[in-house]
């Protein structure tokens, strides 16, 4: 067993580096050389153009609608992600597993399908509660609520699927625990349930957001790409490179690439910073 042991690694030291060669390979041809293009587009002709890019009306309406979009939707699906996980990893009932096929059609249907589903839903002409809406003069296709609607839509998968397979894996022992111990059902969620989903919250509120700032299908197609009024940043960006301002593009999806990158940068630092404190409880646990 020994000799087959050392053997085996010695035999064919070059397939290790093969397959390690092709997997960076992959990794730059596909992630790292476009994110490196696009930053290197976007500076060609100097910060002054850059920073012009970056700051016409246009653009810096299209950012704020961006922000706003994600202030809303992104909070929304984090409260009722985590609500639906919850009944989903604690009670059974009947439908439960029509419900999880439920969350994930937003990731089966295209985006542009969506924005039809919410125009023959919504739009004041041929949607089915249009006249109702008509009526009551309630505008949300072609306007921002049908923008939030879309997004809500898209975004709605990404936190429960992290939350979910979490809180199915605690030991529910734990919550029984603590609320034997006197503890009500905040505290209980706040001091013993959080705690245990918080790496998987903050990795599907991440998710949640990069999705939500950079949707381009479903939003486009009810937005109606107003200038001014529903055009988001990367509506605009398909704007501006359709009238050949390439600088102004790049400029503009360097933000999307910058915030991506900033998202993962400050999950890796939160992360490290809370090692010590799980090493600790982990050296807690051992002794008791």
């Known amino acids: 067993m020994r000799i087959s042991s050392k053997a085996h690694p010695q035999t064919l030291p070059w397939g290790r580096y093969l397959l390690i060669a092709l997997g960076l390979s992959f990794l730059v041809i596909v992630v790292v050389l476009p994110l490196v293009t696009i930053f290197y587009q976007a500076f060609a002709n100097g910060i002054e153009a850059y920073w012009t890019g970056i700051t016409t009306p246009e653009a ?43 969350i994930d059609l937003p990731l089966a249907i295209s985006p542009t399908v969506v924005g039809l589903m919410f125009i023959l839903l919504y739009s004041q002409t041929v949607g089915l509660f249009g006249s109702w809406l008509e009526a009551a003069n309630i ?110 593009a790049f400029a503009c999806a360097s933000l999307l690439a910058l915030l991506a990158l900033l998202t993962l940068i400050g999950q890796e630092l939160l992360r490290t910073a809370d090692r010590p404190r799980n090493f600790a409880l982990s050296q807690v646990f051992k002794r008791n």
């Open 60 to 102: 810096r309406h299209a950012i704020f609608l961006t922000v706003a979009i994600a202030l809303v939707a992104v909070p929304m699906n984090t409260g009722f992600g985590i609500l639906i996980a919850w009944i989903l990893a604690r009670y059974s009932f009947p439908g439960k597993i029509l419900v999880l096929g439920i």
């Open 139 to 248: 505008k949300i296709i072609f306007a921002l609520p049908g923008m939030i609607f879309t997004t809500l839509f898209v975004t709605l998968p990404f936190v429960i699927r992290e939350v979910l397979p979490t809180l199915q894996s605690m030991e529910i022992a734990q919550e029984e625990a603590a609320q034997t111990l006197g503890a009500n059902s905040w505290q209980t969620f706040w001091r013993v349930t959080f705690p245990s989903i918080r790496w998987a919250l903050l990795y599907g509120v991440i998710l949640c957001t990069s999705r939500a700032i950079g949707e381009f299908g479903a939003v486009s197609v009810v937005s109606g790409k107003l200038i001014g009024e529903t055009n988001t940043l990367t509506l605009h960006i398909e704007r501006v490179y359709s009238e050949y301002d390439t600088i102004a």
